[in-house]
């Protein structure tokens, strides 16, 4: 199994961003990848960001129970949009285009995905699911820029593109959380599996919080390095964590 370790090296700040530069030591490969600590002027904070990614979703009618698919690298942005379907009650279904063709298609179809944000540079590869999966996929919003090009190309299907700013704005109004339990879901986790389609993974809030708990604990006992397997729950794992340090 491939473990990773991360250390971080410098910092720096790039467009408004703390630019944290960090060492990725594995068993294959060594190598420099950015993480962006979002910084925020006018006391403006992350929280009250996730707040009004929650409240746009609503306004869209999603509640409670409802899939919410991410497409993109890691950024602030991914992270608010997962925070914000926490809070909220919607299952976040993070979309892949590693697990084959067609795979992003399959998952928005076979989870019923109505909102889908991504990445700007992916765009274009989500449109490619279009018009198949417009059937669950109506509202699709962009983390950075929406070109008319876009908007045209996603409206002659019947479905709707935000630019990030343009879908924050939708989030004026203010909706009372809903109650949610231990046993509900987090989010849907797929997987290539060993053959055919991918495989959807329900993941609840007891097992990520009992994770945390459990990693948590063991950053407290220790001061040494720590070694992970690089699977995509170790990723889920360490934007938490650096939200419950106060690092991201």
Known sequence: MQCQMWKR???????????????????????VFSYFKTTYKHGVKVYDVVVKVGNSMRSLGLAQGDKCGIFGANCPEWIMSMEACNVHGLYCVPLYDTLGAGAVEFIICHAEVPLAFVEEKKISELLKTLPNAS???????SFGKVTPEQKESVEKHGSVIYSWNEFLQLGDKDYDL??????????????????????????????????????????????????????????HLNRNVGLLQGYI
Not at 10 to 31: A, F, T
Request: glycine content about 6%.
């Open 9 to 31: 090296t410098s910092l720096q700040v790039c467009n408004g961003r703390q630019e944290m530069k960090y060492l990725h030591i594995s068993s294959l490969s060594y190598e």
């Open 135 to 141: 059937k669950y996929l109506k509202t699709l919003v």
């Open 178 to 235: 809903p109650v949610k339990k231990k046993s509900d879901i987090c989010t849907i986790m797929y997987t290539s599996g060993t053959t055919g389609d991918p495989k959807g993974v329900l993941i609840s809030n007891e097992s990520i919080i009992t994770l945390l708990a459990g990693v948590k604990r063991l950053l407290e006992s220790v001061n040494e390095e720590i070694y992970l397997p690089n699977t995509y729950e170790t990723v």
